[in-house]
């Protein structure tokens, strides 16, 4: 298969000449070029064309930092370690979003750092990543793939829980269990969360296969500014009792459905119970009509 080629004219003095170049390397960064602007900064302060700083990178880590924050400078030299030291071989790049509030400050913690930075002066931009990202504390890694899309934003967790990075990229599970104790980022995004505690252990596999398939094929339609769903099983455990309250369903109740969109408001959708809400059909019966419109939105209540 032969990529199309695009032209770029390089102007002399007599004539134009082309310097062809396959599609793929001209789009390449794009889409980062959207999400981070038309330049950053390089060691020492100086501009680079972000398409050119991030040219090549397998991801690309965006690190909510500053220098005031007592947790920052305590995990920011165990990012260093493991960027110098693995990281950075494995293709990833790093782009500082800095929440210093002056520039002598900003200045001085990013000279220490092996990678870009988003400049200062850009705070809207620094703003509209961090409410893109959940960022609501710091320091916060996340990472993205070079087409732009959120890979995880818990890398703070897992390059200190893997500083090798023996498992880079760290893609999260398509599906968590709530009864674990993580819940990812449901908060960020519109989520579906089969409630099943009173299911039977085989039917928990069943389901959890279940929602693998359809979260694997799914294209969300109504997702946000995120460009995708979380998906979750509640087996049990403090998150799946906090969640039947929320809801307003009894506790230790059927298997149920929820779509979820808490960046909506707190709004919550019923889907499919009982032995459906366990199935392939069923779940993408709550798909289909969350984002049909046709499931009533309701309100999370948060007053117990």
Known sequence: ???????????????????????????????????????????????????????????????????????????????????????????????????????????????????????????????????????????????????????????????????????????????????KGDPGRLSEMPSLVCLCESATQAQRRDAEAALVAVASAWAPTRAGPQGEYGYFMASGGPLSERLRELCQLPAQGPPQLIMLDIPDQGGFYLGPNAFEALEEDGIRRALSDYEASRSQRRQLDNSQ
Request: net charge positive.
């Open 1 to 179: 298969l032969k990529l199309p080629l695009v032209s770029t004219p390089r102007v002399k003095l007599t004539s134009v000449s082309f310097v062809f170049r396959p599609a793929r390397e001209y789009f390449f960064g794009m889409p980062l070029v959207r999400l981070l602007g038309e330049r950053l900064l390089s060691a020492g302060g100086k501009s680079i064309a972000t398409r050119e700083a991030l040219q090549g990178a397998s991801a690309v880590g965006l690190y909510f930092s500053a220098s005031w924050c007592p947790p920052c400078r305590g995990f920011t030299p165990q990012l260093i370690d493991s960027f110098k030291g693995s990281l950075e071989k494995k293709g990833m790049k790093c782009v500082l979003i800095s929440r210093d509030r002056d520039v002598e400050s900003f200045a001085s913690y990013y000279s220490n750092m092996p990678w870009f930075a988003l400049p200062l002066e850009d705070q809207d931009r620094n703003a509209a990543l961090g409410e893109r990202f959940g960022v609501s504390s710091i320091p916060n890694l996340s990472l993205v793939d070079p087409a732009g899309k959120t890979i995880t934003t818990e890398a703070r967790n897992d390059v200190a829980r893997d500083p090798e990075g023996l498992e880079y990229p760290w893609h999260p599970p398509l599906v968590r269990d709530l009864a």
